[in-house]
């Protein structure tokens, strides 16, 4: 394989892993996933095994089985399959990691660990750095998540140098909302080529602002040709527009988070804020 490879860009679906009603992992479905990201939503990579596919709930076997289905049926469909290979275990994640390279990912992505923390610098990088190690040839990604990981560690602070410690280093996906560490870690790395991948989809248009290059989140799922419009408008400079999409974003993000753990909408009840933004009446400038 080249490297780098094509550098990450636009947007990025973390993919939901379906299952089916006893839990299993509905393989049968991922194919029709595929078809519909490409072809409904314009979202032409995706971030597996992540926050929203529930990698760190399945085990390794299952971890395993999703990747190598979203690589199939992603082929000559996906521009890029991302297999985010974190775990507690480096053993585990050196074993993802190979694995990811073994089917023909397109990078890696990894987490810091959780439970014993790593609590300097080094020891964070020097995770990675062996992870990175088990997967040669592929692009790798940290995945920056404090408010999940507790691993707080700026992003700003671990970039600094780490291509002499992790050669594959090719970007950094950044789940916070601290837009003065992303904004720094764009801002001290302007000589390379990263990939700054933004993760909180409701703030997306102040993170391009700063420099963002990219987006990976779970609502490119369903929001992706809406995301999409947002993105075009901040290119052609109209930023008046791309605000417009952002609060059309974030009234359904809003609606969502407001749902809380009663996520089901019954059948009848009118989803006022959603039926509005996805209808593009609101948005038909
Ligand atoms: C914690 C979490 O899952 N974050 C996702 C990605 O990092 C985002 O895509 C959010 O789901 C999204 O921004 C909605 O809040
Ligand atoms: C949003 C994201 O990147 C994840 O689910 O991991």
């Given at each position: 394989m080249a490297f780098p490879k094509k550098k990450l860009q636009g947007l990025v679906a973390a993919t939901i892993t379906p299952m089916t009603?006893?839990?299993?992992?509905?393989?049968?479905?991922i194919g029709q996933y595929v078809d519909y990201l490409v072809k409904?939503?314009?979202?032409?990579n995706i971030f597996v095994n992540g926050t929203t596919g529930e990698g760190l709930s399945l085990s390794i076997s299952e971890r395993r089985q999703v990747a190598e289905e979203w690589v199939t049926k992603g082929k000559d469909k996906l521009d890029q399959v991302v297999i985010?290979?974190?775990?507690?275990?480096l053993k585990e994640s050196q074993e993802l990691a190979q694995h990811a390279a073994e089917i023909g990912a397109d990078g890696i992505a990894v987490i810091a660990p959780?439970?014993?923390?790593?609590?300097t610098k080094d020891i964070l990088i020097n995770f990675l750095k062996e992870v990175a190690a088990a997967a040669p040839a592929l692009p790798f990604y940290y995945y920056h998540i404090p408010a999940l990981?507790?691993?707080?560690?700026r992003a700003e602070e671990l970039l600094d140098g780490i291509q002499d410690k992790i050669p594959t280093f090719q970007g950094l996906k950044f789940s916070d909302t601290d837009l003065l560490d992303f904004g720094q870690c764009v801002d001290q790395n302007r000589q390379q080529q990263f990939a700054f991948l933004f993760g909180v989809d409701e703030q997306l248009l102040s993170a391009l602002v700063m420099g963002a290059t990219g987006a990976v989140g779970s609502t490119y799922n369903y929001l992706g040709k809406k995301t999409n419009q947002m993105l075009e408008a901040f290119e052609r400079k109209d930023l008046s527009l791309a605000l417009n999409y952002q609060f059309c974003i974030q009234r359904f993000i809003n609606f969502v988070v407001k749902l809380g753990k009663k996520l089901k909408v019954s059948k009848?009840?009118?989803a006022l804020p959603l039926e509005d933004c996805l209808s593009h009446r609101t948005l038909n400038y």
């Open positions: 009603e006893n839990g299993e992992i509905n393989f049968s479905v409904e939503q314009g979202v032409k985010h290979v974190g775990a507690l275990s959780f439970f014993l923390k790593p609590w990981t507790g691993v707080k560690i009848n009840q009118r």
